[in-house]
Nanobody, 126 residues
Framework: VQLQASGGGLVQAGGSLRLSCAAS????????VGWFRQAPGQEREFVAVISGSGIRTYYTDSVKGRFTISRDNAKNTVYLRMSSLKPEDTAVYYCAVPRPRIGIALPQSPSEYDYWGQGTQVTVSS
């Protein structure tokens, strides 16, 4: 599967951005998709994940109430709507698809993901 992340940019604190992750290469609607971010000098961290159907989502605590993950399977695209952005949200954002797994838990560890997009830079100025 190939993933293409886009939509990053420079925004002032309190502003909004919508990231997109376009997928191709395999049946997309059966796969969960996660968003991760990595700031300079820091490890890649989980942001949000959505189930293949789009019914279930999960967020890291620091973005709950500010970020919304959604998907349009007809367009093979997953979105991350980010609002009330803070300088600490500054990072390269990656979308990823996990390897097939048993169970319904939505994966949150980067090690559970096999396919990654190239990343898109989000910079929030204070």
């Amino acid at each position: 599967v190939q993933l293409q992340a886009s939509g990053g940019g420079l925004v002032q604190a309190g502003g909004s951005l919508r990231l997109s992750c376009a997928a191709s290469g395999r049946t997309f609607s059966s796969s969960a998709v996660g968003w991760f971010r990595q700031a300079p000098g820091q490890e890649r961290e989980f942001v949000a994940v959505i189930s293949g159907s789009g019914i279930r989502t999960y967020y890291t605590d620091s973005v709950k109430g500010r970020f919304t993950i959604s998907r349009d399977n007809a367009k093979n695209t997953v979105y991350l709507r980010m609002s009330s952005l803070k300088p600490e949200d500054t990072a390269v954002y990656y979308c990823a698809v996990p390897r097939p797994r048993i169970g319904i838990a939505l994966p949150q560890s980067p090690s559970e993901y096999d396919y990654w997009g190239q990343g898109t830079q989000v910079t929030v100025s204070s």
